[in-house]
Structures are given as C-alpha cells and as structure tokens.
C-alpha cells in the first residue's frame, strides 16, 4: 500500500537541543527520501534528501539516516535554534515519482 | 522571482461555484504537479503532468475535478460544483531532469474556502 508514517505528530526541544524526527514507508521500490520543512502560511521547502544508496547525509546542522532494511528513515536537527520552528514533512516516492507525503511534525524550539 | 508561482493565492467561493487555479512552474521544468493540502496534514498528491501529458490522477480527485497543462508549461485546475470539503490548500510543484527528476519545488499555494 502507499504508507508513509512519520512520529512524533509534535515535539518541543529545547533551545541547541537536537530533535530527531523518524519516518517509516511501505514501498520497499522507494529510492529516494526528501525532507520538507513548511513555516505557518508558506510553502514546503526541501531541506534534505538522501537516496537508497547512501545511509545518512550531513548539511550544517542536519542530517539524515537510512535504514532500507527496516524501510526508515530520520531527520536530525542538532543545536536547534528559533528559526527551526515549523512543520517538517518527511516523503517517499512510487515508482512512478508520485510522492507519497508524512502527515508532519510540529517543531516547537523552546526558549 | 523565478520559482514556482500560483493564482490567486486566495479564493473564497460559495458552495456550488466553479473555481480555477493556475500554477506556473519553474522555466523548463518538465513535470508538474498537484496536491491538496489541509490543516494538520502532509500534501496529498492529486495528479501530475509530464509535459502536456496527464499521466495519473489520485483517487481524490473526483470527477468535479480536472486539470490540464495544454502547451505543457502553466496549468490550470479546476473545480467545478464546489463544496465546503473543497477547502483546502492546493499546492503546486515541478520539477526537472536535468537537475534531480524527483526533487519537487513547490509554489505558494492557493488557498480555497468553500462557504
């Protein structure tokens, strides 16, 4: 089926705390695995991606891993600041590239 | 600006009208897609061209639904016979293969409300 779960629905961390957020997906065809991350009223942004050749991809402060194995994946935010705060979204293509979207995660980057 | 763009970023209709949305994507950029979004929830694709082509279609997308990409550059999506459950955020996307076929940009959004 087309299964994309993603946890935790919120999380609140602490200012340059890290926050993990993990997804798993159905598809084991998937190959390629965006990271969006979406402020209040404006559009998704890609802010990572990483392919099933790779397991874990670094930018600055974030990363993600891949797991093809168990099908999951995670983003990774260290020494998180205000302007993390937003929803992120995690996806994973069909093989026909329709992508198949997380329900998202609520940042909260506490003070 | 030479990213994803949509009209109008906000309708407000009454039940029973017939809206339409444009998206521009990106210059060149091959594929085109739609997706609903509403509050709480990820984007749920809806359909996506390549080119001109329509080459699949949610099982969202109901028959008062329909979308079209005719010079396979700006697309149009309409819906006819609104209802309240039409009040979403539609989404637009693109992307290229000359950069990675499978990142998506995404444009604004339009914002729908169905009185």
């Known amino acids: 089926g087309e299964n994309v779960e993603q946890h935790p629905s919120t999380l609140s961390v602490q200012e340059g705390d890290s926050a993990v957020i993990k997804c798993t997906y159905s598809?084991?065809?998937?190959?390629?695995f965006p990271w969006y991350k979406q402020e209040l009223g404006k559009r998704p942004q890609l802010i990572i991606d990483i392919r099933s050749n790779v397991g874990e991809k670094k930018d600055q402060r974030i990363a993600v891993t891949l797991n093809k194995t168990a099908k999951h994946f995670s983003l990774h935010i260290t020494e998180t600041q205000p302007e993390d705060s937003a929803v992120y979204f995690c996806a994973a293509p069909k093989k026909d590239d329709k992508i198949i979207f997380g329900k998202g995660t609520r940042l909260h980057i506490l003070p | 600006d030479t990213g994803v763009s949509q009209d109008p970023r906000h309708k407000i209709t009454k039940r029973g009208q017939n809206v339409t949305f444009r998206c521009d994507p990106i210059s060149e950029h091959n594929r085109l897609y739609w997706y609903r979004q509403t509050l709480g929830q990820g984007p749920e694709f809806l359909t996506y061209f390549q080119n001109e082509a329509q080459l699949e279609k949610s099982r969202l997308l109901s028959d008062r639904f329909s979308a079209e990409r005719p010079k396979g550059s700006f697309s149009t999506l309409e819906i006819q016979r609104t209802e309240q459950g039409d009040s979403a955020m539609y989404l637009c996307?693109?992307?290229?293969?000359?950069?990675?076929?499978?990142?998506?940009?995404f444009g604004p959004g339009t914002r729908l409300l169905v009185l």
């Open positions: 996307a693109s992307s290229s293969p000359h950069l990675n076929q499978e990142t998506q940009y």
């Open positions: 598809d084991s065809a998937s190959n390629y």
